[in-house]
C-alpha cells in the first residue's frame, strides 16, 4: 500500500481508511488547523462566555473529586520546583519595594555557589539569605551585581545599613 500523496509506501491505513503516511498527515494536519485556526478560536471564546456558569460548575466537581490527587500534584510540583517558587517570591517582594530588575533561581544558585554555600560576612555554612547590597529601600537593584547570601542572623543585622558597617561582624 503507498500513500495518496506522497507515493511513500505505508504499512496500514489511518482511521477512516486513509491511505496517507504519517508525514503527510501532519503537514495536512497542520495546515488545516492554520485554515481554521481563527474560526476554532472564535468559537472557543464564544462557548465559554455562553456556558461561563457550566464551565465553573464541571471545574467544581473535578476539585471536589479529586481533591487528593490534585494536592498530591501541586505538592510533587512544588518540591521539584522550590527554587523557581522562592525565585518568584523575592522577585515579587522586590517588586513591591520598587525594583524592576529580576534575579533568576538560576543567578542565585550562581551566586551561592561561587560564595561555596557560606555568608558573605561571617564565611559560616548556615541556611542562606538574599542580602542586598545596596538596599531596595535605599536605590539598589535586585539583580546578581547587588545580592550576597547572608545567614539570618547577619542580614537583620546589616538591615538597611551599607555594607561598610558589617566589616567588623566578619
Same mark, same amino acid.
Given at each position: 500500500?503507498?500513500?495518496?500523496?506522497?507515493?511513500?509506501?505505508?504499512?496500514?491505513?489511518?482511521? =477512516?481508511?486513509?491511505?496517507? +503516511?504519517?508525514?503527510? *498527515?501532519?503537514?495536512?494536519?497542520?495546515?488545516?488547523?492554520?485554515?481554521?485556526?481563527?474560526?476554532?478560536?472564535?468559537?472557543?471564546?464564544?462557548?465559554?462566555?455562553?456556558? =461561563?456558569?457550566?464551565?465553573? !460548575? #464541571?471545574?467544581? #466537581?473535578?476539585?471536589?473529586?479529586?481533591?487528593? *490527587?490534585?494536592? !498530591?500534584?501541586?505538592?510533587?510540583?512544588?518540591?521539584?520546583?522550590?527554587?523557581? &517558587? &522562592?525565585?518568584?517570591?523575592?522577585?515579587? $517582594? $522586590?517588586?513591591?519595594?520598587?525594583? %524592576?530588575? #529580576?534575579?533568576?533561581?538560576?543567578?542565585?544558585?550562581?551566586? %551561592?555557589? &561561587? &560564595?561555596?554555600?557560606?555568608?558573605?560576612?561571617?564565611? /559560616?555554612?548556615?541556611?542562606?539569605?538574599?542580602?542586598?547590597?545596596?538596599? @531596595?529601600?535605599?536605590?539598589?537593584?535586585?539583580?546578581?551585581?547587588? %545580592?550576597?547570601?547572608? +545567614?539570618?542572623?547577619?542580614? @537583620?543585622?546589616?538591615?538597611?545599613?551599607? %555594607?561598610? *558597617?558589617?566589616? /567588623?561582624?566578619?
Amino acid at each position: 500500500m503507498v500513500c495518496c500523496r506522497c507515493s511513500d509506501p505505508i504499512e496500514h491505513t489511518r482511521s =477512516h481508511g486513509w491511505r496517507i +503516511c504519517e508525514v503527510c *498527515f501532519r503537514v495536512w494536519q497542520s495546515r488545516n488547523y492554520a485554515k481554521k485556526r481563527e474560526k476554532k478560536i472564535a468559537y472557543q471564546a464564544r462557548y465559554q462566555v455562553e456556558h =461561563h456558569v457550566a464551565i465553573l !460548575l #464541571r471545574q467544581r #466537581r473535578y476539585r471536589v473529586a479529586n481533591r487528593r *490527587f490534585i494536592v !498530591l500534584r501541586n505538592r510533587s510540583y512544588y518540591l521539584a520546583h522550590k527554587e523557581e &517558587f &522562592f525565585a518568584a517570591a523575592r522577585n515579587r $517582594a $522586590a517588586m513591591k519595594r520598587g525594583a %524592576v530588575d #529580576r534575579l533568576t533561581a538560576a543567578q542565585w544558585r550562581e551566586i %551561592v555557589e &561561587f &560564595f561555596d554555600y557560606r555568608c558573605a560576612y561571617c564565611l /559560616q555554612r548556615l541556611p542562606l539569605t538574599q542580602d542586598h547590597v545596596i538596599a @531596595l529601600s535605599r536605590g539598589g537593584t535586585h539583580t546578581a551585581e547587588n %545580592v550576597v547570601p547572608a +545567614c539570618l542572623p547577619h542580614n @537583620l543585622e546589616k538591615s538597611t545599613k551599607p %555594607v561598610f *558597617f558589617m566589616t /567588623q561582624a566578619a
